[in-house]
């Protein structure tokens, strides 16, 4: 598979997605215990619009990864990588609800946003926090097996993946972002590592 991005460009873009992730949870964490409700409540569109921004960037994060072991990892890598992006799409899909719909039902039926979640939302939820957690969890062991990012990172995100089956809770995509963002450090050392022996070669 040739890869949409450059080793560089990847391993910025999954540290981009890392930092994004993190500073939202931090929010999602921090602000209740610091903040009055009235605050929390009219940050939500900004709050969420950050997650929301976070798992975009963690999308083209998560292309680029692949692309890097594409041919190493195999068919498991490919299965990986395509649940993953539709469980990455699906958290995607609940932070838009957040940021777009969430305010408005607060101000007109606050009472729905009282009700313990049941039904097709609870599905919708289970099905999310699931496909999230299977595919990236796969994508660590076809990490592992695949040999091109160092074993430790492997061993974390596959751990962070498995955590993320409670990815629409705060905060459980951390595992996730530091594991991501340890693979986009260690694409950007090993990108300035070639380019530093490049000149030598050329000599």
Known sequence: ???????????????AAALLILVSQGFQLLLPMTMPESFWIATQSLRMGLALVAM?????????????QAAAAGSLGTAAFVIALLGTTLVAGDWWYETFIGPALRERAPELLATAPSGSILLGAVATGALFAIGWTLFGVASLRAGVFPRRTAVLLTVAGAAGILALISPFQVPLALAVGWMGWWLLRSDRGIESTAPALAA
């Open 1 to 15: 598979m040739t890869s949409p991005f450059s080793a560089r460009q990847a391993g910025l873009t999954s540290l």
């Open 56 to 68: 975009a960037v963690l999308l083209l994060a998560l292309v680029g990864l692949h692309a890097r």
